[in-house]
């Protein structure tokens, strides 16, 4: 720091106050130790690099939502409809693309050239929609992607019909279901992904923005920031970032159907919230996040080891989930007790 | 008869500062007591004591005769004391009625709200006070004057027999204040006691029985109202008890300077925005300073945030340096060449980060197209924080950790990377040590004589006066006067307002 006299007490060294400041990134990291010992220890099996590669490749698509979900945490919104969205932006790829006889759905067969990027126009469209109801008419993020989530399953529900569709153009194929000289092409996309989002968050003019509007909203727009930009660029990113899930999420699992990806919304909340960016924006990123997606993975993967009652694996992270949120809330009253002590 | 309430003495320190230190005050039965004062003479502090929300430290306090030591507010309203704010406390979405008993609505035997007998009685309630509404309509759907009414009669109502009314005037109309001042002359009839706190000298004198002014923690003056108790008297006693003992230099006469040869950078024309202000214009010129004061209220807040595109006016036009500017968002105002600086650092700072990301943020496309260049914003936000004077000079340290006058020179040098061509600055003093407040003095001349056009809003006269070389005065939305090339003191701009 720069003075001596800021510190009231001992300057340079205070344990504590290190400790306080440091709760939100010190927390997730202790939690992935503890975890990973734990289930090292419990399951030799568990600590293979085989194993690892299983749960890198297990957290992949959590992952690329969860990046864009850390724009919109940062902020200070919230984006319920990621899951919906993926599942949407999967099955509107399936219906731009030729499926097989037995698959009885009225598609639009095109070639993968303009089936992506389409697919890719159709979700940002969904994005463009919430960033419209939340920064025009005023929306609350939690409600507008609400009605969004909705949408996004009446979509996949309307163009599917029920069916399931297993067709995906050949490059979607490829980077989600194939290898790069061992390593599978999903690890790759969601490790650019998370990549490219950590230079543009700490980097980039916009992520500064992003990062000041979820500091102090009001100060950013009477700092001339534009606010409903940034606003509205978050909503957009989480949706196009699960839009990419969902695509390559068909050629993970095989196939496009209906309330596929229903569990990744709250995985990729989790993952976000347990890293330790704040709740109330301003505080956080890509490295949180990261941390967040091992712990989650970590637990998700040895829960399996272990043999636990799968039924009992639900209420163990939905727990986990809990005491993150303590967790949070609770660094961040530390940071207002002490900004309102100095 | 022993008064309503006697209190004699009262001392009230917060951290060591005296806001009350030995007041004596009594309100009789069957009165209203008006109270003058500047901000933070006292006033509000002793109303709290009386209606229970601060304890004094030291003094007597009677009510009817008996000493009291309330502990709440709720223990001051069980004893008949209630206090209707400037910022009402009604429910606008309810009906007029469920306002007059909210929180002790009348119910049948079924344990269900008696809404016919609610009306009913909330109807008589309101006639006897000289209010004949449809006791069933939305609150929210009638002028401002009639819920400050419906307030005032739900306080009668639950049995209060001493009212603090707190600047009941200030939003109010001519005929509006007429017929609440009727129903004050009946409420005082009926053997209650009224206190009441104003800006509005001319209100006071026209309603109260007897005056109280205040100053520094004191009450400077008391008197019953009558001849040679006039404006004047109210004004010497609120700055100091007469022209000839003034010794600091603001209340002495300013020369206010006359600079309308230089070009007119901002110009406002018929600027409405109901219900703050209507018909606004005025001009602002390059190298001067022009101050705008009102009282609390007087819309003077939401021209600040109009100039800087936050709200978008009804009508009228803006041109900043002879363009017609319409500001859609303030991001528009900033590339127009306008700054701004609001009235509690709450809403202008970044409190967790850096000193040099506070100053960066106006104009961090200079320093970055695309990637940030921090090497940049530390160098020039190290150079304009330098020049500000802000203390520790460092920039990497957290801008929660400084004092609150180096936290405002921080949001005056974010906007000197780039100099705007006018900067709007509201309350730029208040709450700063004298230091830190002759510091920003010297900032905001230095400014003006480098060609900015500075606008300083403030409902404080001594800021305006202390920075202003031209004075605009704000009254109910309006701009009333305007004082240039002449010599004007404290006292000329509170007999404005």
């Given at each position: 720091?720069?003075?001596?006299?800021?510190?009231?007490k001992a300057p340079g060294f205070d344990l504590g106050r290190i400790f306080r400041d440091q709760l939100r990134n010190i927390a997730p990291f202790a939690t992935l130790i503890l975890l990973v010992g734990f289930f090292s220890i419990a399951a030799p099996s568990f600590a293979t690099l085989g194993n690892f590669e299983n749960i890198l490749q297990q957290v992949s698509i959590t992952a690329m939502i969860a990046v864009g979900l850390t724009f919109v945490i940062l902020t200070a919104e919230i984006d319920?409809?990621?899951?919906?969205?993926?599942?949407?932006?999967?099955?509107?790829?399936?219906?731009?693309?030729?499926?097989?006889?037995?698959?009885?759905?009225?598609?639009?067969?095109?070639?993968?050239?303009?089936?992506?990027?389409l697919t890719l126009i159709a979700c940002a469209g969904l994005g463009l929609i919430t960033a419209f109801g939340v920064t025009k008419i005023g929306i609350p993020s939690f409600i507008m992607t609400l009605a969004m989530m909705q949408i996004g399953a009446g979509?996949?529900?309307?163009?599917?019909?029920?069916?399931?569709?297993?067709?995906?153009?050949?490059?979607?194929?490829?980077?989600?279901?194939?290898?790069?000289?061992?390593?599978?092409?999903?690890?790759?996309?969601?490790?650019?992904?998370?990549?490219?989002?950590?230079?543009?968050?700490?980097?980039?003019?916009?992520?500064?923005?992003?990062?000041?509007?979820?500091?102090?909203?009001?100060?950013?727009?009477?700092?001339?920031?534009?606010?409903?930009?940034?606003?509205?660029?978050?909503?957009?990113?989480?949706?196009?970032?699960s839009g990419i899930a969902g695509m390559l999420g068909v050629a993970y699992f095989g196939s496009a159907q209906q309330n596929e990806f229903d569990t990744f919304l709250l995985d990729a909340i989790a993952a976000v919230v347990v890293g330790g960016t704040s709740l109330f924006g301003g505080r956080g990123g890509i490295g949180n996040t990261i941390v967040g997606l091992f712990v989650l993975g970590v637990l998700n993967n040895g829960l399996d080891y272990v043999k636990i009652d799968s039924f009992l694996k639900i209420l163990i992270r939905g727990v986990i989930l809990l005491v993150a949120l303590v967790i949070n809330i609770y660094a961040e009253r530390l940071r207002s007790t002490r900004t309102l002590n100095s | 008869m022993a008064p309503l309430i006697e209190l004699t003495h009262i001392v009230k320190t917060f951290g060591g500062v005296h806001a009350l230190s030995g007041v004596d005050f009594a309100l009789k039965a069957g009165s209203i007591h008006g109270l003058a004062g500047e901000n933070g003479a006292g006033k509000s502090t002793l109303m709290k004591v009386i209606a229970g929300v601060h304890g004094p430290d030291s003094g007597q306090f009677l009510v009817d005769g008996e000493p009291v030591h309330f502990r709440s507010a709720r223990d001051a309203r069980a004893r008949g004391i209630a206090m209707v704010h400037q910022e009402l406390s009604v429910a606008?979405?309810?009906?007029?009625?469920?306002?007059?008993?909210?929180?002790?609505?009348?119910?049948?035997?079924?344990?269900?709200?008696?809404?016919?007998?609610?009306?009913?009685?909330?109807?008589?309630?309101?006639?006897?006070?000289?209010?004949?509404?449809?006791?069933?309509?939305?609150?929210?759907?009638?002028?401002?004057?009639?819920?400050?009414?419906?307030?005032?009669?739900?306080?009668?109502f639950s049995g209060a027999r001493i009212?603090?009314?707190?600047?009941?005037?200030?939003?109010?109309?001519?005929?509006?204040?007429?017929?609440?001042?009727?129903?004050?002359?009946?409420?005082?009839?009926?053997?209650?006691?009224?206190?009441?706190?104003?800006?509005?000298?001319?209100?006071?004198?026209?309603?109260?029985?007897?005056?109280?002014?205040?100053?520094?923690?004191?009450?400077?003056?008391?008197?019953?109202?009558?001849?040679?108790?006039?404006?004047?008297?109210?004004?010497?006693?609120?700055?100091g008890a007469g022209r000839d003992e003034l010794g600091e230099s603001y209340l002495h006469d300013i020369a206010l300077k006359a600079r309308k040869q230089s070009p007119v950078v901002l110009e406002a024309e018929g600027l409405t925005l109901e219900p703050f202000f209507r018909n606004v214009s005025f001009q602002a010129h390059a190298g001067e300073v022009l101050g705008i004061y009102g009282f609390m209220g007087s819309g003077q807040i939401e021209l600040a945030r109009m100039l800087f595109g936050k709200l978008r006016p009804d009508q009228g036009r803006l041109r900043i340096a002879g363009a017609i500017a319409r500001l859609k968002r303030t991001t528009d105002a900033k590339n127009a060449g306008v700054g701004f600086v609001p009235e509690s650092r709450r809403l202008m700072l970044f409190r967790e980060e850096p000193i040099y990301r506070n100053i960066s943020i106006a104009f961090l496309e200079h320093f970055s197209k695309l990637f940030l260049r921090p090497g940049a914003e530390r160098a020039a936000a190290k150079v304009h924080a330098e020049r500000l004077g802000v203390r520790p000079s460092g920039v990497e340290a957290r801008l929660g950790a400084l004092s609150g006058g180096n936290q405002q020179k921080v949001a005056l040098a974010k906007w000197l990377t780039r100099p705007p061509k006018v900067l709007v600055l509201v309350e730029p003093t208040r709450g700063m040590d004298v230091g830190a407040k002759e510091d920003v003095v010297h900032i905001v001349k230095s400014l003006a004589a480098q060609g900015m056009a500075l606008i300083v809003l403030s409902t404080e006269p001594e800021t305006v006066l202390s920075l202003a070389d031209r004075v605009l005065v704000m009254r109910k939305g309006e701009l009333t006067s305007e004082f240039a090339d002449c010599a004007i003191s404290k006292d000329k701009l509170l007999a404005a307002a």
């Open positions: 720091m720069a003075d001596g006299d800021l510190g009231a319920l409809s990621v899951g919906a969205i993926a599942n949407a932006t999967a099955i509107v790829l399936t219906f731009f693309t030729a499926q097989p006889d037995y698959v009885n759905i009225q598609n639009l067969p095109l070639p993968g050239v303009l089936a992506i990027p979509l996949s529900a309307v163009l599917v019909r029920g069916q399931i569709a297993y067709n995906v153009p050949p490059i979607v194929r490829t980077l989600g279901s194939k290898t790069l000289y061992g390593v599978p092409w999903i690890i790759i996309v969601a490790a650019l992904m998370l990549l490219v989002a950590h230079l543009v968050l700490s980097h980039t003019r916009f992520g500064r923005y992003v990062y000041m509007v979820g500091g102090n909203r009001e100060a950013a727009e009477y700092s001339g920031v534009n606010v409903r930009f940034v606003t509205g660029a978050v909503m957009t990113i989480s949706a196009v970032c | 606008p979405d309810l009906s007029v009625a469920e306002n007059v008993f909210l929180g002790a609505q009348p119910v049948n035997r079924m344990g269900t709200i008696a809404w016919g007998r609610m009306a009913r009685e909330a109807s008589e309630q309101l006639k006897n006070l000289g209010l004949d509404i449809d006791p069933r309509a939305r609150l929210g759907d009638f002028p401002i004057g009639v819920q400050q009414l419906v307030e005032l009669a739900r306080v009668l009212i603090i009314l707190d600047e009941p005037t200030s939003a109010l109309s001519p005929p509006e204040i007429a017929r609440l001042f009727a129903v004050l002359r009946r409420v005082r009839e009926s053997g209650r006691g009224i206190v009441f706190i104003s800006h509005f000298l001319d209100d006071i004198l026209e309603i109260s029985d007897e005056v109280s002014v205040f100053r520094n923690g004191l009450r400077a003056a008391h008197a019953d109202v009558g001849p040679g108790i006039d404006k004047t008297w109210i004004i010497e006693n609120m700055i």
